[in-house]
Nanobody, 126 residues
Framework: QVQLVESGGGLVQAGGSLRLSCAAS????????VGWFRQAPGKEREFVAA????????YYADSVKGRFTISRDNAKNTVYLQMNSLRPEDTANYYC???????????????????WGQGTQVTVSS
């Protein structure tokens, strides 16, 4: 089993920045990819970004490309999501997730991931 704990959410004005953290514990050696998804009220959970553990390759949704940066610290078993130039439409509950199944392909659907954190709320005011 893998446990994921997010932190770093909060309230920020449009144009501001936040950094989310995802700390993993348990069978972390089994993780191939760590991703971030978000879900706003009344909307489906959507892919935000992902990073491959082995090579550090990163993947982003078009809506956040150029504004968000995902990074990892393998020694600390922690993945970060640096969010800059935040917009009101970025308001959502952000979830960290881990894939322990796919070695080569990075999934962009919730069903592609095995483990989920409890989520952290990000609110961007206009």
């Amino acid at each position: 089993q893998v446990q994921l704990v997010e932190s770093g959410g909060g309230l920020v004005q449009a144009g501001g920045s936040l950094r989310l953290s995802c700390a993993a514990s348990g069978r972390t050696f089994s993780i191939y990819t760590v991703g971030w998804f978000r879900q706003a009220p009344g909307k489906e959970r959507e892919f935000v970004a992902a990073i491959k553990k082995v090579d550090g390759n990163t993947y982003y949704a078009d809506s956040v490309k150029g504004r968000f940066t995902i990074s990892r610290d393998n020694a600390k078993n922690t993945v970060y999501l640096q969010m800059n130039s935040l917009r009101p439409e970025d308001t959502a509950n952000y979830y960290c997730t881990a894939d322990s199944t796919r070695t080569l392909v990075v999934g962009k659907l919730p069903r592609n991931y095995d483990y989920w954190g409890q989520g952290t709320q990000v609110t961007v005011s206009s």
